[in-house]
């Protein structure tokens, strides 16, 4: 199983970066995939997650209006579009996929029920600075 986030660096205030989780080695259709972030001396945290074949998608408030999470099926990708960026948004981001049968359940609790989650990626770096 393998999780492998791309598309991470260096962005100016106001910037926008597209981020991408490439998943194989599970059946991706069964699988929700979320975006967490984690930020020096801060605990990991939720930004977005979604289900196709569920038909959700989700946002915490850090993400609302500012970023979008498409997912392409048929390259077992799914992306986080972040746009309007803000120096806060510096944090190592992380994917990680969650069985659909656990999905429904957790997806819009606190940290997006993280701890649920079954894989994880090894995350990508985001600084936004000027």
């Known amino acids: 199983v393998q999780l492998v986030e791309s598309g991470g660096g260096l962005v100016r205030p106001g910037g926008s970066l597209i981020l991408s989780c490439a998943a194989s080695?599970?059946?991706?259709?069964?699988?929700?995939i979320g975006w967490f972030r984690q930020a020096p001396g801060k605990e990991r945290e939720g930004v977005s997650c979604?289900?196709?074949?569920?038909?959700?998608?989700y946002y915490t408030d850090s993400a609302k209006d500012r970023f979008a999470i498409p997912s392409d099926n048929a390259k077992n990708t799914v992306y986080l579009e972040m746009n309007s960026l803000k120096p806060d948004d510096t944090a190592v981001y992380y994917c990680a996929a969650v069985h659909l049968a656990k999905f429904g359940r957790i997806y819009s609790n606190t940290y997006l029920g993280a701890y649920e989650y079954d894989y994880w990626g090894q995350g990508t770096q985001v600084t936004v600075s000027s």
């Open positions: 979604i289900s196709d074949s569920q038909g959700i998608s």
């Open positions: 080695g599970f059946t991706f259709e069964d699988y929700a």
